[in-house]
């Protein structure tokens, strides 16, 4: 009865729960409802600094070293180019990140294990008291000789097999937020392109260094450190591909 009982006071915890989350998914419901037959609006332009998840970003930086400058000399000891470019350098200039994304990973691995025991334990003789205790304490017909007989098999196997295959490419627009001390630059670009009733997003963020800027003011995906990338979106093929909220709440909250 004890389980019973616990399972009864956990009913209402897990009604909160699901009513909890219901209610905090309610406002994007009635949104979604407002929209239906409409296509998914586009976001606003925006500074990406004056976002609510943005942070400065802050690496080690190396000493800066000194500037001399010579008389009559058009060259200053530290500077990176002797004639100024059209690549992006400042905070607010544009380049274009060239994404391109192909990563393809298969992992196999299986696991076995087996292990067996098994116990025995008797009573032969006893100074002569093994018929007495045989007849007075143990139950009727037990055998002194033989007590206790544990035996145990354990047996498990297992297996699990990933196979991946990824591949984007686009190019996407990024600003410069940031220029850290060392001179490297801090970018974030934003895409979005609808298609019907389908948005495509794709975010890129990280730190690039001027040099590796090509001449035409474009940088590969794979020269950005910290690199952040994303790509997805959201819609009506998108809602199809996600289970109900029903079936996430009891997913999260479901021991088995």
Do not use: H
Request: proline share 5%.
């Amino acid at each position: 009865m004890s389980w019973l009982t616990t399972a009864s006071r956990s009913i209402p915890r897990l009604a909160a729960l699901a009513a909890i989350a219901g209610a905090l998914s309610a406002c994007s419901a009635v949104d979604r409802l407002k929209n239906i037959g409409e296509a998914p609006p586009l976001s606003a332009i925006s500074n990406p600094t004056a976002q609510a998840g943005y942070r400065p970003v802050r690496m080690p930086m190396p000493q800066q070293s000194p500037a001399f400058y010579q008389p009559n000399s058009l060259w200053q000891s530290g500077a990176r180019a002797f004639f100024k470019d059209q690549r992006a350098r400042q905070i607010g200039d544009i380049l274009t990140v060239r994404v391109k994304i192909d990563d393809e990973a298969k992992i196999d691995n299986a696991t076995s294990r087996k292990r067996s025991a098994a116990d025995n334990m008797g009573l032969e003789a006893f100074a002569g008291f093994e018929a007495t205790l045989a007849q007075k304490i143990l139950a009727n017909g037990a055998d002194p000789a033989d007590l206790i007989k544990t035996n145990s098999d354990t047996n498990t196997s297992g297996s699990g097999s990933i196979q991946r295959g990824e591949a984007v490419t686009t190019n996407v627009a990024a600003v410069v937020t940031q220029v850290l001390p060392n001179g490297n630059l801090v970018i974030e670009g934003r895409q979005e392109i609808r298609v019907n009733f389908e948005v495509r997003e794709l975010i890129v963020a990280g730190i690039v260094r001027p040099e590796d800027i090509a001449n035409d003011n474009t940088i590969e995906s794979t020269k950005i450190a910290e690199a952040r990338i994303a790509y997805g979106g959201r819609g009506q093929i998108t809602d199809m591909q996600q289970p109900r909220y029903g079936q996430q709440v009891l997913d999260v909250l479901l021991p088995f």
